[in-house]
């Protein structure tokens, strides 16, 4: 299901095939007071309709978003542990995606962020970036995106975002088509499963580990 973005809130778009984390929900809405919650509260809505094991979290009591020792957030529902969540501003937009398992990581990259004079060879290693440029047609600026997307949502997946690593300590694999987008393994080092779509302006890219 491709978003389609609204005045608050873009469709919600399920993954039932990224790894340990299957189902995996994500969407995104306007950013502004509250953004968070409110959009953390209808993925889990829309996780408990796809994941037995969360059916009733709605439940639980209220929603709160936390801050863990990184920086990384944390779903607490009525006091209690929520799934895993993950957040990334782009433009306008907030984007978040909960998993039913493990951890997940959420980022997207616009290609804006990626000028000429950006020091590419310092993020990104010959490898990926060659298949990266072919995979977008040439084009510089959509490579990088999707390849920065990429390892953000990996490094966030791990719950270390860049603290411990850097860019060139990952890399980036491409698998296969799926769906309206494209199945990826990230290095970083252990292997992290991926997916990444294409936006209007950049690349979305989830991680589970």
Do not use: N
């Not at 889990?44 to 037995?52: F, K, Q, R, T, W």
């Amino acid at each position: 299901m491709a978003p389609r973005v609204f005045l608050h809130l873009t469709e919600i778009s399920g993954l039932p095939r990224l790894g340990p984390g299957e189902p995996v929900i994500y969407a995104a809405v306007e950013k502004g007071e509250g953004a968070r919650e409110f959009l953390a509260a209808r993925l889990v809505d829309a996780l408990a309709g796809v994941a037995p094991e969360w059916s009733e979290a709605s439940s639980w009591g209220g929603l709160e978003v936390v801050a863990g020792p990184l920086g990384q957030p944390f779903l607490q529902l009525g006091g209690r542990p929520g799934p895993s969540i993950s957040f990334s501003t782009a433009g306008d937009l907030l984007w978040a995606a909960v998993a039913a398992l493990g951890q997940v990581g959420v980022d997207a990259a616009r290609e804006e962020d990626f000028s000429a004079s950006y020091p590419f060879s310092r993020a990104f290693g010959p490898k990926e970036w060659d298949w990266a440029r072919r995979h977008c047609q040439g084009q510089t600026a959509s490579a990088a995106a999707l390849l920065w997307a990429a390892k953000e949502a990996a490094v966030k997946a791990r719950g270390v975002g860049f603290h411990t690593l850097d860019p060139l300590d990952l890399e980036v694999v491409l698998l296969a088509p799926a769906g309206e987008g494209r199945h990826l393994m990230v290095r970083a080092p252990e292997p992290v499963t991926a997916w990444a779509r294409p936006l209007a302006d950049g690349w979305l890219a989830l991680a589970v580990v």
